[in-house]
């Protein structure tokens, strides 16, 4: 439990981040859409894609910023705004060996990285060490940039072309790399060869975007775009179990950031708030990724989308309405239901972020700690793990997960819970 205390610390310092950044794409996915999907002269669409990829930029500045202001004492501004230098000069040197290069993870790195050198480095050895390491980072990415291109073409090779393995494992890889905001695997599919061709009229078109965009809606579409819709119905069912477990200002960042995820399509940050509440939870999605993508495909949905998949363009694509409708109040019960599942196995972060006074510590310890404890019901508690429970300091009998216990602490413990 010592990694969820870790986990839900960062989340609290990145909670106002996660609600100005899923705004920041939804606004830009919404400029992307104007520019696809209208009649918008060159100039004025050359602006707003502009103005998009700008945002998404000021992501990474974001996160670094807070992350540093949250997690250090003393000075915190002048650390935040160094903490934002430092990652100016990191992804300067980055991007100028290798294109695409994911800010907004950068933007947590350098946020990490700054925190951990001003509390426990004097401030000028904390200076130097976070320059100098922003610095060898960013000439180390042009370094191994050849090493993953390479990895990245072997990976969308080895993926490509499986029958029913490849939409299983195209949708378990790109969101473990949607995580990350690298959007280097996808591309190779999306606008590659990778992602198979067909033959339309006369020309030959790769790439199963570039198919979709010239009028093809067959199976290449099945397997790789159209799992995405029935995994976003998946996890908003996952998003609305979650947000009554979580308290305070938590639940509607998780709200904010859920309905910005179905607006843009871009599921970064809601994957990433969902990890950081359990990577439990996240393998569990990782699970359902692969389960809607192959439902996509064996169904053959042929749902598409150019930009980044969401709802505006889900309902673009919606030819067959009426799979889309079943399948997604499907998936939203899988996922609603695994949640619970999980929350039942292992909690969630914001367990360990109860606060609970002194006196009652003792009890909440005999009880197996925090991390232990489900829920409250009339005269007992459910536990995740019975054989925790200490019998000697708690009088109290165990059915099962629920124990049974007329100890005046309980009532008492029931008012934080």
Request: aromatic content about 14%.
């Amino acid at each position: 439990m010592r990694l969820f205390k870790a986990f839900n610390r960062l989340q609290t310092a990145m909670l106002l981040p996660f609600l100005i950044c899923s705004v920041f794409v939804a606004v830009a996915e919404i400029m992307q859409l104007i520019c696809i999907y209208t009649g918008l002269a060159a100039d004025a669409k050359n602006v707003l894609s502009g103005f998009s990829e700008s945002l998404y930029a000021l992501t990474g500045y974001v996160f670094c910023y807070y992350i540093t202001l949250k997690l250090t004492n003393g000075k915190q501004a002048f650390k935040a705004f160094w903490s934002v230098m430092c990652f100016a000069l990191l992804s300067t040197a980055a991007n100028s060996f290798v294109d695409g290069i994911p800010l907004f993870i950068l933007g947590i790195f350098t946020g990490l990285l700054c925190s951990f050198c001003f509390n426990r480095f004097g401030m000028i050895l904390a200076l130097a060490v976070t320059v100098g390491t922003c610095v060898i980072i960013g000439i180390l990415t042009g370094l191994v940039s050849d090493s993953w291109n390479n990895f990245i073409m072997e990976l969308s090779g080895f993926i490509s072309d499986k029958a029913y393995f490849s939409p299983v494992l195209f949708g378990v890889v790109d969101n473990i790399f949607s995580l990350l905001n690298v959007d280097t695997f996808r591309e190779m599919i999306f606008n590659n060869s990778y992602g198979g061709s067909v033959l339309i009229g006369d020309e030959i078109v790769t790439g199963v975007k570039d198919m979709l965009k010239a009028g093809y809606s067959g199976k290449l579409v099945s397997t790789y775009l159209s799992g995405h819709y029935f995994l976003l119905f998946s996890l908003s069912g996952i998003s609305a179990a979650l947000f009554f477990d979580l308290k305070g200002v938590q639940r509607y960042v998780l709200l904010a950031t859920a309905v910005c995820a179905v607006i843009s399509g871009n599921l970064t940050f809601l994957l990433l708030f969902l990890f950081l509440e359990s990577p439990y939870l996240f393998a569990a999605v990782l699970i359902l990724s692969a389960g809607a993508y192959l439902a996509a495909y064996v169904i053959d949905l042929g749902m598409g989308y150019l930009a980044d998949g969401g709802i505006t363009e889900m309902i673009i694509y919606s030819d067959k309405l009426v799979y889309l409708l079943a399948g997604g109040v499907v998936f939203v019960a899988i996922g609603y239901f695994v949640y619970k599942f999980v929350f039942e196995k292992h909690g969630i972060s914001d367990c360990c972020n109860v606060y609970i006074p002194t006196r009652l510590n003792g009890f909440v310890t005999a009880l197996g700690g925090m991390s232990n404890i489900i829920r409250y019901k009339d005269g007992g508690i459910f536990v995740r793990n019975p054989k925790l429970v200490d019998t000697v300091s708690v009088e109290c009998e165990i059915d099962e997960n629920f124990i049974k216990t007329e100890d005046e602490r309980l009532d008492e413990l029931r008012e934080y819970l």
